[in-house]
């Protein structure tokens, strides 16, 4: 229980001294020094040049800089308990409730009208809203009244009275959005806000279901594994703050729905450094190691470690969470994360996606649909792995602008596009965006996948696309047969 054990002295004191927390201890520290100096300044025009340009980079590495600096300040507290660290966090909170708005300027409503900008709820919003009540909730005998009690007026103002007076579409979205801001709102609720909690309750548990739809009967996460390290990550953070805070009358994790999406990691790892990179994922993503150390936990019989985990500080996320961070600083058992190698085929029915590590190379196929969280166009789009990385890949995410994410534009990038996948030109024609462009799968089982990926294609008198791969323990054979 995470709430137990960051007031347990005694675990702070292995966390200064054992010998398992000696490079975490390091990593924290020479981040702390490394980012030890003024906060960068978030300027008007950086904030609107999404607006004119579409770009994301003049705003946002600044703004999430100061989330890297509220996570070296607070790691540093918990863990020596010096005044000069308890200091720098003070700083760090109070510049915090300076800013304008915690949304970036990528997510909030610009045709709404500047006024509901500043207690817009995004992600970063909401998951700044989690940082702060759980710091100030947890070290709320320490830090000077005037900090706790600025933090608290901000997130009641910014997240509080914000959820309880409108509604937002993430609350409706099968996927990482809805248990990232519903799950941070809860936890505000939760740490400082008790008595208003059970009047939420209904929505953000709603949202939660939403979220677990997402990942049909086969547990497949389809926006990959750094989205199920962010989406399911966040869904286990507040569930387990809920368990405690119901004294265990609110268990997310019996649901079955659950159990099958926490063995997700299980068939995106590839060999224990390579991932599925369909969708907007990437190749090289890693476990988080509270995360996965959690889950093991919890399942026993069915979650097991398949790929390498990240550090506990994870310097590969930019976005500096402190939910993640601290939990992977109380929770990771270090004995629990050897990358362990079991199914050798995995089939992910809803999602049609096939997973076969019996021969010399992995192969790791897909069928479903055009219209997918974080879609590309890739029906019959396939990856094959050796033990140093892809060999035939996929590009996974690109750069994240304002025309990756506009429906005119989207496609016109080459990782979104059926031209940057693996799959048939055909006639001269790309695979179309859509739901109504699906694949239907004819065989799935150890000895290969062959699945019919005509519905891509908005072409005249096509009967079928039939693509497959035979495997056996020597070789993978793919043929594509046209009618």
Not at 250 to 272: G, I
Not at 364 to 371: E, L, P
Not at 417 to 439: C, D, M
């Amino acid at each position: 229980m995470l709430m137990q054990q960051a007031r347990d002295s005694k675990f702070w004191e292995r966390v200064r001294t054992a010998p398992e927390y000696a490079e975490a201890r390091v990593q924290l520290e020479q981040f702390y020094h490394e980012v030890d100096g003024e906060m960068p300044v978030l300027s008007f025009q950086d904030f609107m040049d999404f607006a004119r340009t579409g770009r994301r980079i003049d705003f946002e590495p600044k703004y999430f800089i100061r989330r890297g600096q509220l996570i070296a300040a607070a790691g540093m507290y918990f863990i020596y308990r010096e005044k000069s660290y308890l200091q720098r966090l003070e700083d760090v909170i109070w510049a915090i409730c300076d800013e304008y708005t915690w949304s970036v300027p990528a997510h909030v409503p610009w045709d709404k009208g500047f006024e509901t900008v500043p207690t817009h709820i995004d992600l970063f919003a909401a998951e700044t809203g989690f940082a702060l009540s759980e710091i100030s909730s947890l070290l709320a005998d320490v830090l000077h009244p005037r900090v706790f009690s600025r933090a608290k007026d901000a997130i009641q103002t910014r997240i509080i009275r914000s959820f309880e007076e409108n509604s937002f579409h993430w609350e409706k979205l099968e996927m990482n959005w809805s248990a990232v801001c519903a799950g941070s709102v809860g936890a505000c609720f939760m740490y400082l806000f008790p008595e208003r909690f059970e009047a939420v309750k209904p929505r953000l548990l709603s949202a939660m279901d939403c979220f677990l739809r997402g990942f049909g009967s086969d547990g497949c996460c389809r926006e990959g594994m750094s989205y199920w390290n962010y989406g399911f990550g966040f869904f286990t953070y507040f569930s387990d703050l809920l368990y405690q805070f119901s004294d265990g009358a609110e268990d997310l994790f019996a649901d079955q729905r659950a159990r099958r999406a926490a063995q997700f990691q299980q068939a995106a790892f590839l060999n224990p450094t390579t991932c599925i990179s369909f969708a907007d994922c990437v190749p090289n993503a890693k476990a988080v190691p509270g995360l996965l150390s959690y889950l093991i936990k919890r399942y026993p019989e069915e979650v097991y470690p398949a790929g390498n985990a990240a550090e506990i500080l994870d310097r590969s996320d930019h976005c500096y969470r402190w939910a993640t961070f601290f939990r992977s600083l109380i929770w990771t058992d270090f004995q629990a994360l050897a990358p362990m190698a079991r199914k050798n085929c995995i089939y992910l029915s809803d999602a049609q996606w096939y997973i076969s590590k019996d021969g010399p190379f992995v192969l790791a196929a897909k069928g479903g649909h055009n219209d997918e969280p974080h879609n590309h166009n890739d029906l019959g789009s396939f990856i094959l792995t050796d033990d140093a990385g892809q060999l035939l890949s996929d590009l996974g995410s690109g750069l994240y602008t304002q025309a990756y994410f506009q429906p005119d534009t989207r496609y016109d990038i080459i990782n979104n596009s059926a031209a940057g996948h693996s799959v048939p030109i055909i006639g001269g024609k790309l695979q179309t965006e859509g739901k109504e462009h699906t694949a239907t799968t004819l065989r799935a089982d150890e000895t290969g996948f062959a699945v019919n990926i005509a519905g891509g294609y908005a072409v005249n008198g096509l009967k079928s696309v039939v693509r497959e791969w035979n495997v056996d323990p020597h070789s993978i054979v793919m043929q594509d047969v046209f009618c």
